[in-house]
């Protein structure tokens, strides 16, 4: 861990600034200067990333790197509280920057404008003493674990979905790494995102915060790190649980015997397709209809039946008039409700759901389902743009 | 003596929407036999085709992995509680 530079003393502005923390035998001077001079990299501006970031730069933390390539949109503004409505439509990097200026100027901002890759993760990286992994999607977790276990650097571990978060330390000296815990990533589809299960907007502010006392515990060397122990928040029922973790002897990573001994590529361990997925402007197969074949459709009067497979929250903010609402979920218990229906229009929000419930549908027996592609995302987009999209 | 086994936020869709199952066996593999014969829908969310326990969904009988016990064969006694730990990658940041 980083050491203080004991000649850089704070100035009288930073003693009034950290007075709180100077006053603490925990902290202390000693402490203030390890954090001025460490550096801690954050994975993403978002979520977790903003009270990461924010606490991170009031404490003082020397240094603070931010990877993201997004922009703020109005979706983000429930848990990201980094970014404001005036900063909708500008690159959450530079959204971030200023807020973390008006916190606290004396911290050095690096905005680090990349999707974290094989190719550039161990550069950015190397640069730091802390990995804050605040990331969205399970190709950029494993490869921040494997970049910190191969750099020794601890990784900040921190997720969320609906009311749970998740929170550990990986890649500690002697510590287990998340491959110790998921030896391999679930298949693409089969574990929901935030973006389709929902997330409650203060969760991210609780784990958020607990993976930057981590950070600040390991850069002061103060307390029992989180190391070994995979800390279960649930914020519906208000409770914290731990759980041990071990070293796996047979971790590919940071076992005895390992494999991984560089990056590799992780769209590829995912199983996820690398970029170029295709969009709702691409031709449809031949077996999808489209937006504009149903207005149609609904204009002359020749209805089909409509099945939305969202969930019955997703139909009340927004559905399509005179479709039937049948859960995804409850999809396979409730088929009998879709006997001797003939032709169906199946949607969901963007047309993922919708596809299984297609696949689903024709494997039960009913040939003629047929997914609606772009889901109510492209109907409002093309047919109704009074509906708001979410 | 049934156990309890805990259910995820994510797969409560697939268990009647309980956070709790309460299960008879005496070692996890048999509770969770016993709780996917009920659920069926959980049984692709924790094995493989193969039958394997997924790799992306760890359990624990009270503090500790069963990886590092006896895996499936772990015994369960009274009063311990199994549970169930999928990974998740949210970080809001969408």
């Given amino acids: 861990m980083t050491t203080a530079t004991t000649d850089r003393a704070l100035t009288n502005e930073e003693v009034a600034r950290y007075s709180r923390h100077l006053i603490m035998p925990e902290v202390g001077m000693d402490g203030q200067l390890k954090l001025k001079a460490a550096s801690v990299l954050c994975i993403g501006a978002g979520g977790l990333g903003s009270p990461v970031a924010m606490y991170l730069a009031a404490a003082g933390v020397g240094r603070i790197g931010i990877v993201d390539f997004d922009v703020v949109d109005y979706s983000n503004l429930q848990r990201q509280i980094i970014h404001g409505t005036p900063d909708v439509g500008r690159p959450k990097l530079e959204s971030a920057r200023d807020s973390l200026a008006a916190i606290n100027p004396e911290v050095d901002i690096e905005t680090h404008d990349l999707a974290l890759s094989s190719a550039n993760a161990l550069d950015v990286f190397h640069e730091y003493d802390v990995i804050v992994d605040g990331t969205d999607n399970f190709p950029t977790r494993y490869l921040v674990n494997d970049a910190c276990v191969l750099l020794g650097k601890p990784n900040c571990y921190g997720s969320i979905f609906r009311f749970e978060g998740q929170a550990s330390v990986f890649g500690a000296p002697g510590g287990p790494c998340y491959r110790c815990l998921y030896p391999e990533p679930p298949p693409p589809g089969l574990v929901p995102s935030c973006a389709e299960g929902g997330v409650l907007g203060i969760l991210p502010g609780v784990v958020g915060t607990i993976q930057a006392t981590e950070a600040v515990k390991l850069i002061i060397g103060a307390g029992e790190p989180l190391i070994g122990r995979f800390l279960i928040y649930d914020a519906l029922r208000m409770r914290f649980r731990e759980l041990k973790l071990r070293k796996d002897p047979e971790c590919p990573v940071c076992g005895d015997n390992r494999t991984v001994t560089e990056l590799i590529d992780y769209d590829q361990f995912c199983g996820v397709a690398p970029a170029a997925a295709p969009t709702a402007d691409a031709p449809p197969p031949s077996d999808d209809a489209t937006v504009e074949q149903l207005k149609a459709r609904l204009d002359s009067r020749d209805e089909p039946f409509i099945l939305d497979v969202r969930e019955p929250q997703e139909y009340q903010i927004c559905n399509i008039p005179g479709s039937t609402l049948i859960p995804l979920g409850e999809l396979p218990s409730r088929l009998h409700e879709l006997e001797g229906r003939g032709e169906m229009i199946v949607h969901c929000k963007s047309g993922a759901r919708s596809a299984k419930a297609v696949k689903l549908l024709r494997e039960a027996g009913f040939g003629q389902a047929k997914n609606l592609r772009g889901g109510i995302l492209r109907w409002i987009d093309v047919v109704d743009p009074t509906l708001p999209k979410y | ?94």
């Avoid at chain 2, 409560?12 to 048999?30: F, L, M, P």
């Fill in chain 2, 1 to 94: 003596m049934p156990t309890r086994i805990l259910i995820p936020t994510p797969l409560r869709v697939y268990a009647g929407k309980q956070d709790v199952i309460e299960v008879e066996g005496s070692t996890v593999g048999e509770l969770l036999a016993n709780m996917t014969a009920e659920y069926t829908e959980l049984r692709k969310h924790l094995y493989n085709e193969d039958g394997r326990l997924r790799a992306f969904v760890a359990i624990f009988v009270n503090d500790d992995d069963i990886r590092f016990l006896e895996k499936e064969a772990t015994p369960v006694k009274e009063g311990d509680t199994v549970s169930i730990i999928p990974t998740v990658a949210g970080g809001g940041g969408l």
